[in-house]
């Protein structure tokens, strides 16, 4: 049975990480670090996009640890899902990692919705968010896509929209897509990010303003300086509902702010 607080305030799923029991990391698995994480990223992205909340704590830590042997072939959880003040943890016992990049990606999908299926339990309408959720990604796969922000008229339509992609556990691809209503749909690929906290900071928040798509950044970075760092941009909208390679240079002046190197900021 889940550990769950009562009374507790729904509040907006803010981190997710998996935790090998054996070792340090992945690594003494076979398994590719940076691969489980993007997996956690891509799950926290999609949820936040659908406005997923959990009762009483925002953060989820799994546990897994390896069954002996070969006999085991389905997940099993050890340890229910306990809150434990701001974050709830689940212990969970997984088959052996098979060796094919898609069935490893299955596994860990498997194991985040068992651990979050455990954090929504009774809670009707976030369960049909995650059935939702499981959906898409399962779907989609690593091509999935989540919404960063978004913004509408009564004609059009625009979203910042991000890919759990590359090398990076926390880095993927970021598109800007504006849909006309009744008529097209224009996709610019924006650039590859290396880390969605600095992705989510940039696009913090966007508003429609004569003519333009503004971007407003967030301006709070890990040590708390309030130090508006990240610039604000405003684009035509003009070139948003262009078919051209019009926004060759807000992707190329907003290169080095998505990849910061050894900066990041808060998530939220």
């Not at 003494?28 to 956690?40: A, E, I, K």
């Not at 052996?96 to 490893?104: L, V, W």
């Not at 959906?135 to 929209?161: C, H, K, P, W, Y």
Request: with cysteine.
């Amino acid at each position: 049975m889940t550990t769950m607080p009562t009374n507790a305030k729904l509040k907006k799923i803010k981190f997710i990480a998996v935790f090998n029991r054996h070792g340090s990391n992945f690594s003494d698995l076979g398994v590719d670090p940076n691969l489980v994480q993007q997996v956690s990223v891509r799950w926290l992205l999609k949820l936040l996009s659908l406005d997923f909340r959990l009762t009483g704590f925002d953060h989820i830590y799994i546990y897994l640890t390896l069954a002996k042997g070969e006999d085991q072939r389905y997940i099993e959880v050890l340890e229910p899902l306990t809150a434990r003040g701001f974050y709830a943890d689940i212990d969970i016992r997984i088959p052996p990692f098979p060796t094919a990049r898609q069935e490893i990606i299955q596994l860990l999908n498997d194991v985040h919705y068992c651990a979050l299926r455990g954090a929504v339990e009774g809670h009707t309408e976030m369960t049909t968010v995650l059935e939702r959720a499981r959906s898409e990604i399962t779907r989609f796969g690593e091509t999935d896509e989540a919404q960063i922000v978004s913004i509408a008229n009564e004609r059009l339509t625009i979203q910042v929209m991000s890919m759990t992609t590359g090398d990076s556990g926390y880095g993927g691809k970021c598109f800007l897509v504006a849909n006309e209503k009744g008529a097209s749909q224009f996709r610019h690929f924006i650039g590859c990010y290396s880390s969605f906290y600095i992705l989510r900071a940039l696009f913090y928040k966007m508003k429609l303003s004569k003519g333009n798509l503004v971007v407003l950044p967030k301006k709070a970075w890990f040590d708390d300086r309030k130090i508006s760092i990240l610039p604000k941009y405003e684009l035509p909208i003009s070139q948003l509902t262009s078919a051209d390679d019009s926004l060759s240079n807000f992707a190329a002046s907003i290169s080095e702010v998505l990849n910061p190197g050894e900066f990041g900021v808060n998530p939220v």
